[in-house]
């Protein structure tokens, strides 16, 4: 069981000088109890390779011994059956441990990374000379209650990949129900025969655990497949009554590939699964072959956002390694049906696929066509991806290894979640055929977006020969991803590590402010809310309230687009009598912020003329008369100048007159002259764009 070869040394930057074997052991503590683990690599010569699996049990004594250890592997050639082990191991202090297997005339050497619910990935580290086996896997901790028929009881999915004694690659995928005495019944599955999918028809189900110590059990399926009839007999380990690994323990021949897999609890709804089961944004990672040319038996790795809305239409944004060459799609339109075991036909442009569920959004999958692509489909969290979501401590690992030439590590990694660029770094342990290089040193940047695609997001690794890594967020403690460098790639896994902070916290409204504070009645303010982080998928919406709507009036809510952190509003005041404060206040996860709001009167409109007036009306030539001006209002700050004019050289006026400030009125005086005939005079005042006149009688 070793690392990857070309794949992270092209992207991971896997080419640093190693440092020592050795753990200091000061986290020994970490790897405690009982544990099932699984492992699926290749082994080769140099010249030929092919399949390798084990599956086995260890206990940990926390202390850096293992005990109690028991494995059965399978390869072209036959494998071994319940094989004991004892062993030892050491965990630094950055996670990162080394372990090694003795058995009876021989051993093997792991390194792994553990995680932060305890459980480990790893490698096989020991190859060297171009020969030996190169492969990952996963320890889980063990739960030794359900070690017995008894214990696996309910409904199951399950799903194996794997190669024939040619290398040619073949999947299956099903469920079940087991009665808990043995007999499993309902059964129903998928195989992907070399390139051709065939129902499954049962005739015949059963199991055992017939080690109630170690949790080893066995299994056999008898069907038909196009026709076909076939037996398959596994070998399984427990890991809990949920969830058990499981390997194909028939001799391998161009007719019995190797499978390895797992099988988990089938959550089945109440009525059945239906096209309902599928209703959200699915992560999906799949690793097979290609035929690139001439050549055959390429690595293919794929990881993708899947999209269903719950009524049978989806759409698929992908990112693939394929013939050793980087291709992206997006938004590829499909349809599916679910059926109510769980079994869901998928169409993707011209391609079928095969799914059997294990919860809502949560699937095995496999590709019909030669490619033999293999994987899972996980339900994604509903948060808005963003730099920040990746942040923190995780391992990482190769996952399934499907060629000789892939490169497989586990290590452990810190990213600091910085936007625009954040930076990942850590250290990890390589093996490859040629041999093992623990300790390299590895350095990346990246950047994760919510849009268009949520949780995609592009790594530059900066170390080695650097290269590229495209990501796709699962949730806030799990990501998975693919090389588009490396011409043999694998689906690399990461979650959170053993020294992983808690997740950040969802966000929650941190202030409301208004823009302007103080308006006239009629006039509106900008209202603008911000959150603490960044808004979920789907938007955060923020309910708003005005504690005077009559003077102030505000939308009943307001929507921080996924991803954003802040959104405005606008607040429509209407005219007062008096300055009147209105409270705003808008509330979101618990919370409530506030601002206030001053709307004030409107200004009185600026005062006219509002009339003019003789006082007397008539005067004998030589005599003067009063003129009175009136104002709609009190005159302004400073006065209110009146201009005054007369048509006549009979009267006469002054050019204006003033109205003192906050008057309404002012008096001036008009002067005539004799004359030879009764005559008249017209007497005008203006002011703000306003005339008014009066008549001057001017008599002999």
């Avoid at 059990?217 to 026709?227: E, L, N, R, Y």
């Avoid at 008096?667 to 005339?691: D, H, M, Q, R």
């Amino acid at each position: 069981m070793r690392k990857w070869n070309v794949l992270l040394i092209l992207v991971f930057a896997l080419f640093f000088a190693s440092t020592v074997y050795s753990q200091t052991g000061v986290n020994n503590a970490a790897l405690n109890g009982n544990y099932a683990f699984t492992f699926n690599g290749m082994s080769g010569n140099g010249t030929f390779a092919s399949g390798f699996a084990a599956v086995g049990r260890f206990t940990a004594d926390g202390a850096g011994n293992l005990t109690n250890g028991e494995l059965d592997t399978n390869a072209v050639g036959g494998g071994g059956a319940a094989q004991a082990f004892t062993g030892t191991y050491s965990i630094g202090a950055d996670n990162r441990g080394v372990m090694t297997l003795n058995f009876s005339g021989s051993s093997a050497k792991l390194a792994f990374a553990m995680l932060a619910n305890g459980n480990a990935q790893f490698i096989e580290f020991d190859a060297s000379g171009g020969s030996g086996t190169i492969g990952s896997g996963t320890m889980e901790k063990a739960d030794t209650t359900a070690y017995s028929t008894a214990r696996i009881t309910g409904d199951y999915a399950f799903g194996a990949a794997g190669f024939d004694n040619a290398n040619n690659r073949a999947a299956i995928e099903g469920r079940f129900t087991s009665n808990g005495t043995g007999a499993l019944t309902n059964a129903a599955g998928d195989v992907n025969a070399y390139g051709t999918d065939y129902p499954m028809t049962f005739s015949a189900a059963n199991y055992a655990v017939s080690n109630t110590a170690t949790g080893r059990g066995t299994m056999t399926f008898a069907f038909t497949f196009g026709g076909t009839p076939d037996t398959m007999n596994f070998v399984f380990y427990v890991v809990n009554s949920g969830k058990l690994f499981v390997m194909e323990s028939d001799t391998v021949t161009t007719a019995t590939p190797l499978l390895n897999g797992t099988m988990v609890q089938q959550q089945i709804p109440a009525g059945g699964f239906t096209n309902a089961s599928l209703n959200g944004n699915l992560v999906i990672s799949l690793t097979g072959h290609s035929a690139c040319g001439t050549v055959s038996g390429v690595p293919k790795a794929v990881v993708g956002l899947l999209t269903t809305n719950g009524s049978g239409a989806l759409s698929l944004t992908y990112d693939e390694n394929f013939c050793s060459a980087p291709n992206s799609v997006t938004g590829a339109a499909g349809t599916y049906s679910v059926a109510g075991n769980g079994r869901a036909s998928i169409a993707i442009g011209g391609y079928a696929l095969v799914a059997y569920l294990m919860n809502s959004n949560h699937m095995f999958l496999f590709v019909s066509d030669s490619n033999v692509l293999f994987g899972v489909g996980e339900p994604q969290t509903t948060v808005s991806f963003t730099n920040t979501s990746l942040n923190g401590a995780y391992a990482g690992y190769a996952t399934n290894p499907v060629g000789y030439g892939v490169t497989v590590f586990s290590g452990e990694f810190a990213a600091n979640g910085a936007s625009p660029t954040g930076t990942m770094t850590g250290t990890e342990d390589i093996g490859s055929p040629s041999g093992p290089n623990p300790g390299v040193a590895f350095n990346s940047n990246y950047s994760i977006s919510a849009s268009p695609t949520n949780g995609r997001g592009m790594m530059t690794v900066t170390s080695g020969t650097g290269g590229n890594v495209v990501i796709y967020m699962i949730s806030l403690s799990k990501f998975v991803a693919i090389s588009l460098s490396d011409p043999h790639p694998a689906v690399l896994d990461f979650e959170s590590s053993s020294s992983a902070p808690a997740p950040p916290p969802p966000p929650i409204l941190s202030s409301l402010s208004l823009n302007p504070t103080s308006v006239t009645g009629g006039n509106s303010s900008t209202g603008t809310v911000t959150l603490s982080g960044a808004a979920p998928a789907g938007g955060a919406t923020v309910t708003l309230s005005s504690s005077n709507t009559a003077a102030a009036r505000v939308p009943s809510s307001v929507t921080v687009a996924a991803g954003a952190t802040s959104a405005t509003f606008t607040v429509s005041t209407s005219a007062v009598a008096a300055s009147t404060t209105i409270t705003i206040s808008g509330t979101y996860s618990g919370a409530t912020r506030s601002a206030s709001l001053t709307v004030t009167p409107a200004s009185p409109p600026p005062p006219t003329v509002s009339s003019l007036t003789l006082n007397p009306a008539s005067v004998f030539g030589g005599q003067s008369s009063t003129g009175t001006v009136t104002l709609t209002g009190p005159a302004p700050a400073g006065g209110a100048q009146v201009f005054l004019s007369s048509d006549s050289g009979a009267a006469s006026v002054p050019s204006s007159v003033t109205v003192p400030a906050g008057a309404t009125s002012a008096t001036f005086t008009v002067n005539t002259s004799f004359v030879l005939f009764s005559t008249s005079a017209t007497i005008s005042a203006s002011y703000n764009g306003t005339t008014r006149s009066a008549t001057l009688g001017v008599l002999l």
